[in-house]
């Protein structure tokens, strides 16, 4: 059973940056699979953040974080990171990591179709 575990959360200011991590384990090694990011603040439904493909090559991101966010991967390790820059209040939800088996090691899933997540960080952004 994969199972999955994020860390690096927090209360940060404005305009401040933040790093998540999340580890994967339990998954089947000789299986492709994709990782991203999802989010939920209160009182909304999860959204989408970011992805990124086995391979590497092919990333997804929200609108809303654009060219503040960047997921990376290192499978070696089996770990998804979120580099998180230029933080708003909005930003603030609990974040969640996601994992979906895939057939080809580009392909990015789309994000309505993840089943697997880790219990979540909580992302706090206040001045």
């Known amino acids: 059973q994969v199972q999955l575990v994020e860390s690096g959360g927090g209360l940060v200011q404005p305009g401040d940056s933040l790093r998540l991590s999340c580890t994967a384990s339990?998954?089947?090694?000789?299986?492709?699979?994709?990782m991203g990011w999802f989010r939920q603040a209160p009182g909304k439904e999860r959204e989408f953040v970011a992805a990124?493909?086995?391979?590497?090559?092919?990333?997804n991101y929200a609108d809303s974080v654009k060219g503040r966010f960047a997921i990376s991967r290192d499978n070696a390790k089996n770990t998804v990171t979120l580099q998180m820059n230029s933080l708003k209040p909005e930003d603030t939800a609990v974040y969640f990591c996601?994992?979906?088996?895939?057939?080809?090691?580009?392909?990015?899933?789309?994000?309505?179709?993840?089943?697997?997540w880790g219990p979540g960080t909580q992302v706090t952004v206040s001045s």
């Open positions: 339990g998954f089947t090694s000789s299986l492709y699979y994709a």
């Open positions: 996601a994992f979906r088996y895939v057939g080809v090691p580009t392909f990015l899933p789309q994000p309505y179709t993840y089943r697997t």
């Open positions: 990124r493909s086995w391979s590497g090559t092919d990333t």
